[in-house]
């Protein structure tokens, strides 16, 4: 039975949250990471995707974090076919998620930072994809529309930078595991999975972010679980 999602955001930690939970006896990710049934099914179908997670004995998960932006209708017929999970969101700063995310796509472009244009980022920045992805107050609207408080966990990615055991440890016990991390695991869980670059936003390019995200007034302390 698939027991969890985890939705997203893209470049907010989901990788470093799949590496820590693979290693834990518990879990199980018999799809891999990336599943990507909800926004990209194709031929498959619900049946073959829900038969992916048919071990019982551990506590199943899908890591797709393109599933923060799955339009009501999907996320509805989610709840129809699986009511019972739990959810988990990671966000982070929306400025530095969208320049994470945009030189994520100038690598998969096969281009250098020297090769891309003020332009170029401003587009990437710009497009629905990315500001949506940027938008963590509609995303969570959309979602707890139809699943309730309790089964979302909401972390920052700041909280896996600076506490990343004990961070793991809370996404641990919202999922029902009774096996924790301990400093035995601090080694691998302070591992830095997909760390960019360092090149900080380019100077001109700033202004442009502050701009699209200066009308967010997402505040994650409305999420966090009492």
Not at 40 to 52: A, E, I, K, S
Not at 129 to 154: I, K, Y
């Amino acid at each position: 039975m698939l027991n969890f999602l985890c939705i997203g955001a893209q470049k907010c930690g989901t990788t470093w949250l799949y590496e820590a939970l693979s290693r834990h006896p518990q879990f199980a990710f018999p799809g891999g990471k990336e599943v990507h049934f909800w926004d990209r099914p194709g031929d498959r179908t619900v049946q073959w995707y829900c038969g992916l997670f048919s071990d019982d004995q551990k506590i199943n998960g899908d890591i797709t974090p393109s599933y923060a932006i799955l339009r009501p209708d999907v996320i509805r017929n989610i709840h129809q076919v699986l009511p019972h999970l739990k959810l988990v969101y990671l966000v982070r700063n929306p400025i530095d998620r969208a320049w994470s995310s945009a030189k994520m796509a100038l690598a998969r472009a096969e281009m250098t930072m020297d090769e891309a244009s003020d332009q170029w980022f401003i587009d990437h920045f710009m497009s629905k994809g990315s500001r949506a992805r940027g938008d963590f107050e509609t995303c969570l609207q959309n979602w707890m529309s139809l699943f309730p408080s309790s089964r979302l966990l909401v972390l920052h990615f700041d909280a896996i930078r600076d506490e990343p055991i004990q961070t793991a440890n809370v996404v641990l016990r919202h999922l029902g595991a009774n096996i924790f991390f301990g400093a035995s695991d601090a080694a691998h869980l302070e591992k830095r999975v997909f760390e960019g670059d360092g090149q900080a936003i380019r100077p001109s390019l700033v202004p442009v972010l502050q701009d699209i995200y200066s009308k967010h007034t997402f505040d994650i302390k409305n999420y966090i679980k009492r």
